[in-house]
Antibody, heavy 120, light 107 residues
Framework: QVQLQESGPRLVKPSGTLSLTCAVS?????????WSWVRQPPGKGLEWIGE???????NYNPSLKSRVTISVDKSKNQFSLKLTSVTAADTAVYSC?????????????WGQGTLVTVSS | DIQMTQSPSSLSASVGDRVTITCRASQSISSYLNWYQQKPGKDPKLLIYAASSLQSGVPSRFSGSGSGTDFTLTISSLQPEDFATYYCQQSYSPPWTFGQGTKVEIK
């Protein structure tokens, strides 16, 4: 069973950079899957942030693209998210997920999620 | 972006009731539609993929239907563990987008 675990600072100052890592266990990050980040502001719905393949190829949500970087570390079997110039609107539960693409694209396995608060 | 609209936003139902949740896409997405269940403090769980395919391990009381722009998630006989929030998600074209959620509460 694939398991994902998010880690990183829970509190980020406005205008700072949010950095999270997703550790993958029970499976290889070099498998034929995309690896994604999704967030959920308190009391609101789900928003896809972006994704990465083990080759380093990425896709980002255009609404966040100018501020987002997703990277992969195959040696540690993990991938990471960086979101720059954060504001209170970026306060959310951030979750990583493994994507299955056959027969269609869906989020198959999720991490537990971590609440990141943007506040001074 | 493809907008996904769910209805209702919330509903109250009793154990044993038949529950139907609707999801509408802003453009045709063929059958590229998934349904997730989320309980408070937990990560979403995939229920249905490709509009009508039941994910392994998901009880058969859950079913999905539809294609094009209109989709339905049905719970044939609501169980206590089914009280949760349900989301649809389109996988026709990025950015992948979700509905706003439907909260199923106990009547």
């Amino acid at each position: 069973q694939v398991q994902l675990q998010e880690s990183g600072p829970r509190l980020v100052k406005p205008s700072g950079t949010l950095s999270l890592t997703c550790a993958v266990s029970g499976g290889s990050i070099s498998s034929s899957n995309w690896w994604s980040w999704v967030r959920q502001p308190p009391g609101k719905g789900l928003e896809w942030i972006g994704e990465i393949y083990h080759s380093g190829r990425t896709n980002y949500n255009p609404s966040l693209k100018s501020r987002v970087t997703i990277s992969v570390d195959k040696s540690k079997n993990q991938f990471s998210l960086k979101l720059t110039s954060v504001t209170a609107a970026d306060t959310a539960v951030y979750s990583c997920a493994r994507v299955e693409t056959a027969p269609i694209y869906y989020f198959e396995y999720w991490g537990q999620g971590t609440l990141v608060t943007v506040s001074s | 972006d493809i907008q996904m609209t769910q209805s209702p936003s919330s509903l109250s139902a009793s154990v044993g009731d038949r529950v139907t949740i609707t999801c509408r896409a802003s453009q045709s997405i063929s059958s590229y539609l998934n349904w997730y269940q989320q309980k408070p403090g937990k990560d979403p769980k995939l229920l249905i993929y490709a509009a009508s395919s039941l994910q392994s391990g998901v009880p058969s009381r859950f079913s999905g239907s539809g294609s094009g722009t209109d989709f339905t998630l049905t719970i044939s006989s609501l169980q206590p563990e089914d009280f949760a929030t349900y989301y649809c998600q389109q996988s026709y074209s990025p950015p992948w987008t979700f509905g706003q959620g439907t909260k199923v509460e106990i009547k």
